[in-house]
């Protein structure tokens, strides 16, 4: 079993960045695909971005596509989230996620374990 932790959620401007990191414990953040997944209440959990074990595979959902970009650091059993041009839409609640299958996973019921979330709000 993981355990996983998001953090560096917050209040940005229309246009500016924060950076997401995602904690795991328990168990190494190497023997999981990671994904990063958003919802707004009303709506479905939205995929937004995977990668997986080893780093050489990795997906974005179309509406953060060239924006956003995940990464993961083994050594810390951190993964990343780096937001970008962050808009108002952006807005969710963020959460990590990690995943027994192999490769990128695009649909949250490929995940096994998730963190507890974290709120980004973007400002107009």
């Known amino acids: 079993q993981v355990q996983l932790a998001e953090s560096g959620g917050g209040l940005v401007q229309a246009g500016g960045s924060l950076r997401l990191a995602c904690g795991a414990s328990g168990h190494p953040l190497s023997g999981f695909s990671v994904g990063w997944f958003r919802q707004i209440p009303g709506k479905e959990r939205e995929f937004v971005a995977s990668i997986s074990r080893g780093g050489s595979s990795i997906a974005y959902g179309d509406s953060v596509k060239g924006r956003f970009t995940i990464s993961r650091d083994n050594v810390e059993n951190t993964a990343y989230l780096q937001m970008n041009s962050l808009a108002p839409e952006d807005t969710a609640v963020y959460y990590c996620?990690?995943?027994?299958?192999?490769?990128?996973?695009?649909?949250?019921?490929?995940?096994?374990?998730w963190g507890q979330g974290t709120q980004v709000t973007v400002s107009s």
């Open positions: 996620a990690a995943s027994m299958l192999g490769g990128d996973v695009a649909y949250s019921a490929g995940y096994n374990y």
